[in-house]
C-alpha cells in the first residue's frame, strides 16, 4: 500500500517525541528555566510538525486503502482519524481546552478501531494505531492538571509504552540479541531507545541500528555553537566526512564521522548552542 511504510517510521517517531516530553516533563517545576522553556518550546513544536506530516500520509492511504483492505468503513475511519489528528493540532496550537477535549473524545473512538484490526492480523493499522495514540497522549498533557489528572497521564503513557512492546513482540524476540535491557528502560519510562529500533521496517522487525553521534570533544563548561550543519537527512557519510562545523572561544572546530551509515535525523541546527553529551544525529548502521 503507497504510504504505509514511510507512515509507519513517522509514526514510531513521533511516539518516540511523544513519550520523551512526557517523560522529561514530570521533572519540571514552576521555577523552571527560560532556556528548558524554550526547548520545551522547540519540542513542541517538532511534535506538531510530526502531527501535520502523519496527517497527510492518512489522507494519503485512506484514498489508497479502498479495495485492497477490503471494507470502505476503513477507508471512513482513516479519514476520520486523519480529521482528529488536524484537530487536535489545532488545539495544541490554540492553547484551547475545549478544542482537545471534544477531540480527544472522538480519537479515543478510531484507537479502538485501530486496536480491534490489529487483533484481526491487519498489521497496516499499526501506524494509525500509533498516530492516534500518540496524538491523544500529547492531547491529554496539554488538559492535565492536578495530581489526579498526572496519575491518569502516567498511566494512560505506560499502558501505551506496553500496547507498542505487544506489538513489537515477535519481532523484537526473533532479533538475535533481543534488547532486553532497552525493553526494561523503555517500560519504566527511561527512554524511548526501543523505538528507534523498531522504526525502520514495516512489521517492526530489529534490521538496522541507530548510532547516536554525541558532541563529545569539548569541556563540560563549554558551550559550542553551531555553525554549519554539512550534511542531510538521507546522507551516506564515511569515516572521516566533515557532519558540521561548530565554534568554541571563537575557534571553529570540524565534527567529523568516526563510523560509517546514512544519516536518519539531525538533531541541531545552525547557531544552536551545544552542551558536551547532546546527540547531534543518528546514523543507520547494517
Known sequence: MFGTLDMLQKSYKIASQVLSYLREGEGRTESTSVAATISREEVNAKILSAITDVSQKLDIVARDIVGKVIQKLEQEQLEKLAAQVRTVKLGLEFGNEG???T???HITEQIEYAKNRLVE??????GPWL?????????LRAVSGGDKASTVLNREALAFRLNILDYARDSLLKSSRSPWLK????VEGRNEDVLMLVENTPDGAVATKLKSVILDDINEASLATVVSVRISEGSTVKVGDVL???EVDKSVTEHLATEPGIVSEIMVKPREELKRGVVLLTLQQD
Open 183 to 186: 525493553i526494561a528502560e523503555f
Open 131 to 139: 498516530i492516534a495514540e500518540s496524538v491523544r497522549i500529547a492531547g
Open 244 to 246: 558540521l562545523e561548530y
Open 121 to 126: 492480523g491487519k498489521r497496516e493499522w499499526l
Open 103 to 105: 477531540s480527544l473524545v
Open 99 to 101: 478544542i482537545l477535549t
